[in-house]
């Protein structure tokens, strides 16, 4: 039976997270003004999510299945007024795991899983040139003995400075396309392979992002992801298309991570209007609202339906059904009220909203990256087009 | 626990009514649009379903099933897919039912229920709309006072859906010393009422071939026993819910029907020598379209299953799902219409009968309720 209701043991945690994530709003800005420096593991004051965890042992296995619950929660955590750390997309583990992690466990041969499982990796795609269309990426490895040599520029590695090594893209066959696009695996202190730079950026500060230069970079043969060597030849290598999955399990993720901005900004905005006597009578009708209390109600819509397109998208994971179109529809949304709903409290709540007494213009910065990164939201418009006209991504660029 | 499963039951009733509705309301819903009048052959094979019977408990001669908001959402999304003026007309009546049941006593639904787990259509229905511009359900200037052990009701109901067919209304009045929905009441008025006169309407932009009528109601007598609920009373914020719901699940199902209908015509249409689908104008068009008729129905089960378990949160999803769809399914059929430029326009085609029902449907609270 289609239920949207929370159980009670759901409400508590969610309830808890939220006001654990509420324990550092004093220090909410703290990665701003020490954008430069490494966090500590625990700011004055800071509850930990160790009082969550045993929590979960009071689910029942019939409860909302647990994709779909970490969604819920990952909204619930990003909305929270304290200070985030990384991308705040779900709940911190005890382990670093990067998007590189990721790639690793739905690419990797058993070897490479073992080997490098427990290093903290992020991912390398992006270079100053290629952004979305990630098959005219520039960098290249070339054999050499038991060697890879990658020579390139790689930019806007998430997790680039704090992590143990990265999975990089190259190509080892220009000429190829796509198929000749391969995941390698490159540590820290590799010969040739330099930490350019850290980013400055409008939000996302707790999470950094790095350039990288691969100059005659040289790297162990076995750094190959999957171990695939060769060049097939007619559309991607199992590798690229195994890397690319990741993306069909990280979307909603970092869907959930936008609406969680539009629903904190939104939550400070209801607060923040109900002193001063602005509220929405949900009894109502349409007709009778005020210019804001209709704003409010847009907002409150457009965050919900938001909510929902992620809550589905995990949900049909859950149900080990296909969900790669959904995925994309939520990340869509996701970027959409990223925008649109912390932009939109902002101008309920006039000029004082601006000012850092308040934590609602920082919604804006830190989730406006969410229809950019996981691809644009025209990237995943360009995905949905496909699909329902039926057309491949050569037809339909 | 949150999950988007539909029963076995309700999944089998959605693929039914969505074959019902293609092959027998949509090719003929220019027809009768055109004709403005739905033929009885249709509502009969609309009851032939059993929806409403289905609903009644047992001891009314009915099929015993739970009353479902749920179930109603999905099986007006897929009759909205064929033809949401025949859908409105086939789903008209279950406001009457639904409201029995939530809200009736044991007298009432003893003496409604049992003509509707019967074989003939039987035709009903909720007049909530009025004259005035800005219409509020909370504001509604028709009243009923008590007189003795009766009421005497007062005022005028616009656009009331089946109204030239109807043998009985439910009349929302709205208690002239009190305001707010605390304040209204709903009342079975049979048609032959002294004090009711039914005038057909003359026109109306959308759901054409839906009859609707005015209701003028002088003092209206009715005794006690009309006011649904007795001395309880309804709760009309519910029940104005459920309507606003209803007519959000069938203009979602007008939405899907345009987005699958611009598709094809995308692949085929060929300007500056490729097709116009190949274009990201009018590709991303479509996934909007898409992606919105997804989310909207969300956004509309979310509220139907809030209203179906009278969970405290449901008016709030009912006021966002209305809000949502009304802004969104407008949009899809005008943009669906624009994919089609000209020949949109022209009156051989869909389009322009699918926008005009969309802005009615966003407008009116009703004429069909989850």
């Known amino acids: 039976m289609a239920d949207f209701r929370l159980s009670e043991v759901d409400q508590k945690i969610l309830d808890t997270v939220i006001a654990v994530g509420n324990s550092t709003e004093r220090h909410t800005r703290y990665y701003e003004d020490h954008e430069d420096e490494i966090p500590p593991a625990r700011l004055e ?110 930019i806007f590695v998430t997790d680039g400075v704090r992590c143990d090594g990265a999975i990089v893209w190259a190509t080892i066959d220009k000429s190829a396309g796509r198929a000749g696009i391969k995941s390698f695996l490159v540590l820290k202190g590799a010969p040739g392979f330099e930490l350019v730079r850290k980013e400055k950026k409008m939000g996302i ?151 850092h007494d308040h934590v609602v213009e920082k919604f804006l910065r830190d989730g406006r990256i969410s229809d950019i990164y996981e691809g644009t939201g025209q990237i995943q418009r360009l995905i949905i087009a496909r699909e329902i006209l039926g057309y491949s991504s050569e037809e339909l660029t | 626990m ?158 009331v859906p089946l109204g030239g067919q109807a043998s009985q209304f439910l009349v929302l009045a709205r208690d002239p010393d009190s305001s707010g929905l605390g304040a209204v009441s709903a009342f079975i008025v049979p048609r032959d009422t002294e004090g009711l006169t039914v005038t057909d309407e003359a026109g109306t932009q959308g759901l054409k071939p839906l009859s609707k009528a005015r209701l003028t109601l002088t003092d209206l007598a009715l005794p006690g026993s009309a006011r649904l609920g007795g001395e309880a009373g309804i709760d009309a914020l519910r029940l104005v819910s459920q309507a606003r719901v209803g007519a959000a699940a069938l203009v979602l199902g ?16 060929v300007a500056f020598g490729e097709p116009i689908g190949k274009k990201q104008s009018i590709a991303f068009m479509l996934a909007d379209m898409h992606i919105e008729c997804e989310t909207m129905r969300w956004m509309v089960w979310k509220a139907a299953s809030l209203l179906e378990h009278n969970d405290p949160g449901a008016p709030k999803a009912a006021a966002l799902a209305q809000d949502y769809v009304r802004r969104k399914a407008v949009k899809i059929a005008d943009d669906a219409l624009q994919i089609f430029g000209g ?18 449907l966003t407008v009116l609270d009703g004429p069909v309720s989850v």
């Open chain 1, 205 to 355: 500060r707790s999470s950094d992002t790095a350039a990288y230069a691969f100059r005659d970079c040289r790297i162990p043969r076995d750094s190959l992801l999957g171990g695939d060597e060769t060049v097939p030849k007619g559309g991607g290598s199992a590798s690229y298309r195994g890397v690319m999955k990741t993306f069909n399990m990280t979307r909603p993720a970092v869907a959930s991570g936008g609406v969680s901005k539009a629903r904190g900004a939104l939550d400070f905005a209801i607060e923040a209007l109900a002193k001063e006597g602005v509220s929405v009578d949900w009894s109502r009708s349409p007709g009778q609202r005020s210019a804001v209390e209709q704003r409010l109600v847009e907002l409150e819509a457009d965050t919900e339906a938001a909510a929902l397109t992620v809550l589905h998208a995990s949900w049909l994971s859950d149900m080990r059904q296909p969900n790669n179109l959904e995925s994309s529809i939520c990340k869509a949304k996701g970027g959409e009220v990223c925008r649109t709903v912390p932009q939109g409290a902002m101008e309920v709540l006039g000029g004082m909203s601006i000012s």
């Open chain 2, 254 to 269: 007008l939405a899907r029907q345009a987005t699958d209908f611009a598709i094809p015509y995308a692949r085929e249409r």
């Open chain 1, 45 to 154: 004051g800071e509850r930990g999510f160790e009082e969550v965890l045993p929590m979960f042992g009071e689910r029942k296995p019939d409860d909302t299945p647990m994709m779909t619950f970490m969604m819920a929660l990952s909204i619930a955590r990003g909305s929270a007024r304290g200070v985030t750390r990384g991308l705040g997309l779900g709940m911190p583990t005890g382990r670093a795991a990067g998007l590189g992690n990721a790639a690793l466990q739905s690419a990797g041969t058993p070897e490479q899983k073992a080997k490098w499982g427990n290093l903290f990796l992020a991912m390398s795609i992006t270079e100053p040139g290629v952004g979305s269309d990630t098959k005219a990426i520039q960098t290249t490895a070339r054999l050499d003995g038991d060697e890879w040599v990658l020579n390139g520029d790689k």
């Open chain 2, 2 to 159: 949150i999950s988007f499963q539909l029963t076995d039951e309700q999944a089998m009733i959605r693929d039914s009514l969505k074959g019902f509705a293609a092959e027998v309301l949509a090719p003929t819903a220019r027809a009768i649009d055109e004709a403005g009048e739905v033929p009885a052959s249709v509502i009969k094979a609309g009851w032939d379903f059993g929806l409403l019977a289905a609903s009644v408990p047992e001891a009314y001669g009915g099929g015993g099933a739970e009353r479902s908001c749920m179930t109603n959402a999905v099986a007006l999304e897929a009759l909205g897919g064929g033809c949401a003026s025949q859908g409105a007309a086939i789903m008209a009546p279950g406001q009457f039912v639904g409201a029995l049941l939530d809200f009736g006593t044991e007298d009432q639904k003893a003496e409604h229920l049992p003509q509707f787990a019967g074989e003939t259509p039987v035709a009903c229905s909720l007049a909530i709309q009025e004259s005035q511009f800005g219409f509020a359900a909370e504001n509604q200037r028709t009243t009923a006072v008590r007189k003795g052990n009766g009421w005497i009701l007062n005022g005028e109901k616009r656009l």
């Open chain 2, 343 to 360: 020949h949109g326009f022209i009156r051989d085609l869909p389009l322009e009968m699918w926008l005009r029902n969309a802005r009615t």
